[in-house]
């Protein structure tokens, strides 16, 4: 199984700033990488695939880079929209999840 | 637009067998890789397996023993049997479309393990 570690496990930004979360995978997945926008009690939405295409929809203010073990999702100015939990998860194997980063607008 | 929709008991008793199915709308169920995946309260996602409807099947290793995926092309629908379970299989369910990614969801339906 394909380990994919998220750091950081949350984190706390301002209206208008940005953030970058990381996404770490225990072996090299090409670009076969993807990034999920979950919101209390709602389902996950696909934000990012391909390590870096942003899925229809997508605000450009979202987005991916990386390859092989190592991603980034960055979203820049933030709003309190953004407010949730962010996961990643690879598709080069048999799918796994990281175990999400929470992000708070303070 | 495509739309997914799960169905089934929201209460299963210990050691039964818990069976949903997801409904699709909005597209056909050809072409595609259509999948389960669940979230138990508070935690993280787990895939729990995969289905096309040429009857190309891939299940997580770690419920494999346990699992059983089906198509219905004539229903437009899949289902997830899964034998067995415990408390530790309560969570919510997911059904999506994946093709890789899973670009639409269900809305998740959740299902707890009780007697």
């Known amino acids: 199984e394909v380990l994919m570690t998220q750091s950081p496990a949350s984190l706390s930004v301002s209206p208008g700033e940005s953030a970058t979360l990381s996404c770490r995978a225990s072996e090299s997945l090409s670009i076969n990488l993807a990034w999920y926008q979950q919101k209390p009690g709602q389902a996950p939405r696909l934000l990012i695939y391909g390590a870096s295409t942003r899925a229809t929809g997508v605000p450009v203010r979202f987005s991916g880079s990386g390859s092989g073990t190592e991603f980034t999702l960055a979203i820049s100015s933030l709003q309190s929209e953004d407010s949730a939990f962010y996961y990643c998860q690879q598709y080069n194997y048999w799918p796994t999840f990281g175990q999400g980063t929470r992000l708070e607008i303070k | 637009q495509v739309h997914l929709q799960e169905s089934g008991p929201g209460q299963v008793k210990p050691s039964e067998t818990l069976s949903l199915t997801c409904s699709v709308s909005?597209?056909?169920?050809?072409?595609?890789?259509w999948s389960w995946i669940r979230q138990p309260p508070g935690k993280g996602l787990e895939w729990i397996g995969y289905i096309s409807n040429s009857g190309t099947i891939n299940y997580n290793p770690s419920l494999k023993s346990r699992v059983t995926m089906s198509v219905d092309t004539s229903k437009n629908q899949f289902s997830l049997n899964l034998d067995s379970v415990t408390a530790a299989d309560t969570a919510v369910y997911y059904c999506s479309r994946s093709w890789g990614p899973s670009d639409y969801w269900g809305q998740g339906t959740l299902v707890t393990v009780s007697s």
């Open positions: 909005g597209g056909s169920i050809g072409s595609y890789y």
